[in-house]
Structure formats: C-alpha cells, structure tokens
C-alpha cells in the first residue's frame, strides 16, 4: 500500500489549510493510499477529528520556546530541534512514498533538521504554496509593504512586526539565507513546488527556487455544502431585515486584509445598504458604525454557506492574498465577488461571477457591487453556480495532486 505524509501546523476543518490537507488525504484514501497527517499538537491541541492517521509534532513546552525564540530573535521555523528529530525518526517509520508539505511555519519544527533529512531521503516532495514565507526573509506576504527584496537578498525588514512578529532583532538577511540553502538542498527531481494561484507561481519564478519543477493547482471546496442555501433565518438571527447585504470574510480581520477599507465604505452607503462582517473579534465590534453588523467567525460551515447566499455580493477588498477560499464559497454559493487587483484574489472572478477594481477604491468596490446587484439575480447566481461547479469541486482539483503523487514516483 502507497503512504502519503502530509505536513502541515493545523489539521481541524475550520481552518482553509487543514481542511484542505484532510480532504486531500480522504480522497487518496479512497483510492488505495494510507494518509497520515503530522500537525502541531500544541497549537491544535487535543485529539482532532481526522480520518488520517494523525501524528502530533511537538507539544505546548516546544510550541511556546519556539514562540519565544520567534518574537525575542526572529528565529521562526529554526526552534523546535528535538521535536523535528522526534518526527525523522517517526517519518522512517512510516517510510512515506510522498511528503506533502502545506505549511512549516507554526512553531513546531526546525526546517534546516528537516530538510536535511528529506534531501538525503529519497522520497519525493511536494509543497504546496500557500503563502510568501518560504522564499522570503521573515514576511508571509510582501505585497501590502511593496517589497520586492526577497528577490535578491532580504534585510532590514520593513514588516519585522508583523506575522511570525519579531519584537527585538531583525534576522531576515540569515533567515533569506538559511531558507535558501535548506530548501534549495532538495534535488531537483524530488522537490515539486504547488503554488496554489498562478500570482504566486510567477511571483516564485523570481525566487531562489526559480529552478524547480512548479505545477499549478489551485484549491479546491465542497460544492455541495457550499451552494445556495438562502434562508429568512439568517435575516431574522442578525437583525438584517430587508437590506441588500454586502458580506466580507475572514478569519482574522486586519488592514492588509481590508478593514479599514470597509469602515470607509460604510460612511458611502445607501440606508437600504448593510455591511455585514464574519470573523469580527469583540474589540473589533465596538469599532462598527451601525450599518456595518459584526458577526463572530462561525464553526459551522452551513450556516456561513446561508449567509454566502443571503448576500447580494460579496466584498474582498484584501491588499495582499494567494487565492483565497472565501470567493470560492461565495460563487458556489451564488453570489459575485467584488474584488481588489490583488495577488490571485483576481483568478476567481470574471465577467461573469464578479467584478475587479484597483486597490484602495472603495467607492468603486461599492459601485461595482451596485452594478452587480441590479443584474438579473437569477441570472447571475446561475452564472457563478455554473462557474463553480466546473473549476472549484475539489474531487477535480485534488485528483491532480494524485496524479502527481503517482508521476513522482515513477521519476525514479
């Protein structure tokens, strides 16, 4: 029987990256693979549900020194020594025909003690992208902070502060460095590099791993949870009465992710116009004027589909993204995405499942959503449920990374 490993800090559904990584590893399941799953047990903690054999890496003790060698020395992903070498001697074990890497960064291993390992190893590996940190010095996304020196050598880093936050030195020069000569040790026969967008697989054609075999495939969601599933119950649980909706998604909001670009646009609205936001913390919620309606990110993936389909648009003004899932869900669900000119938040949205205005135009991203609403909304929601179901099912998408998997070891 074919094994598959797959790697990544969180395996529990409500996060994009894990529910990911357990589909992926379901659907390889069915067809004749063990899938194993190593995740970070003191980030996710407890048992999660999982139909892959899951293997906790680390625990809270590693999770919080790795924290502290994080914020104190910019050292992310180069803690957590004895756990990676807990994990190689877990990974011989299991003897995996294909490593699947989603994400290291997460505080739970030490990648230069990894990528020794998996260059010696022999087994293939694929990373999927889906985000900056592997090819840059500190930073997740560069694109908020326009900078492009991650193309040549990172320093003196503009967004030290930001995601892994580092409040004291500014290793991004040693980080650029040290990623580069641990990730670039792979062979290049037995490393195949997943961008999820094809923005970030162009961007990375600029990167020190320019020279690796790179195939695209973008994410994939479940189009029969989300799909149009409009209910008066979702009205009545918010207090949204017969208002057109505008929704925005995230799991956490930020600047870069288009809060304040929402505050803005609630100032232009119309009184039969609603702003309604999922993933509002309660600090960000007494933020809210009252045309703008907060709701805690929901656990439960129906109830954020009723509301995908209750919105007459939905608004991503993110100033820096992969290829986001939400506007995925929103056309399965029926609904147009309205959008900035960023990254691969473009790569959903066409003429016919939404419009894209340049970043930092709020009264257009508001005028767009207009024009979309006054279109025929059967018309339009039969549009992107079409789209939807021929480019997002994620049974389509993933059995490309089967594909690969079996391609991968027949390279020899």
């Known amino acids: 029987m ?10 529990r559904i409500s996060t994009s990256t894990g529910r990911i990584m357990q589909e992926i590893g379901e659907l390889a399941m069915r067809h004749g693979w063990k899938s194993c799953i190593a995740y970070a047990k003191g980030r996710d903690g407890g048992k999660p549900s999982c139909l892959s054999q899951l293997i906790p890496v680390g625990n809270a003790w590693s999770t919080c020194w790795h924290g502290i060698q994080t914020r104190l020395l910019d050292r992310h992903g180069l803690a957590s020594t004895g756990a990676t070498k807990q994990f190689i001697r877990q990974i011989e074990q299991i003897r995996p025909d294909v490593v699947h890497i989603h994400n290291i960064h997460g505080y739970f291993l030490n990648y230069r003690t990894l990528f020794d390992y998996l260059s010696r190893s022999g087994t293939p590996v694929v990373w999927t992208v889906h985000d900056c940190w592997l090819y840059t010095g500190h930073c997740y996304y560069y694109s908020y902070a326009a900078c492009d020196r991650w193309q040549t050598e990172c320093h003196d880093c503009p967004q030290r502060r930001e995601f892994p936050t580092s409040l004291l030195a500014d290793r991004s020069r040693k ?22 967008s094809e923005w970030i697989g162009a961007e990375m054609q600029r990167s020190f791993l320019a020279g690796y075999d790179f195939r695209v495939i973008h994410n994939g969601i479940d189009t029969e949870v989300f799909r149009m599933r409009e209910t008066r119950e979702v009205r009545e649980r918010y207090g949204l009465g017969e208002k057109h909706i505008l929704l925005g998604v995230a799991s956490i909001w930020s600047r870069e992710k288009g809060l304040d670009d929402f505050l803005h646009m609630a100032r232009l609205l119309n009184d039969d116009e609603l702003i309604v936001l999922v993933g509002v913390r309660p600090a960000e919620k007494r933020r809210l004027p009252r045309n703008i309606v907060g709701i805690p990110r929901t656990e439960h993936i129906r109830q954020l589909a009723e509301l995908y389909s209750t919105a007459d648009v939905f608004i991503n003004p993110t100033w820096q993204d992969n290829y986001p899932t939400v506007n995925m869900e929103a056309i399965a669900c029926g ?27 709020c009264r257009g991203l508001l005028e767009a959503a207009r024009n979309m ?30 594909d690969l998997y079996d391609k991968l070891m027949t390279r020899g």
């Open 373 to 402: 609403r006054q279109q025929r909304r059967e018309q339009v929601r039969a549009r992107c449920r079409a789209y939807a179901l021929k480019h997002f099912n994620k049974e389509d998408r993933y059995a490309e990374y089967l």
């Open 2 to 11: 074919k094994t598959l490993l797959q790697i990544n800090p969180v395996v």
């Open 175 to 196: 980080n650029f460095r040290d990623k580069r000569a641990a990730f670039t040790s792979m062979p290049r026969n037995r490393l195949t590099v997943v961008p999820v």
């Open 335 to 361: 609904t147009p995405v309205v959008t900035y000119r960023t990254g691969g938040s473009i790569e959903a949205v066409t003429e016919d499942t939404g419009r894209i205005v340049e970043q930092g135009d």
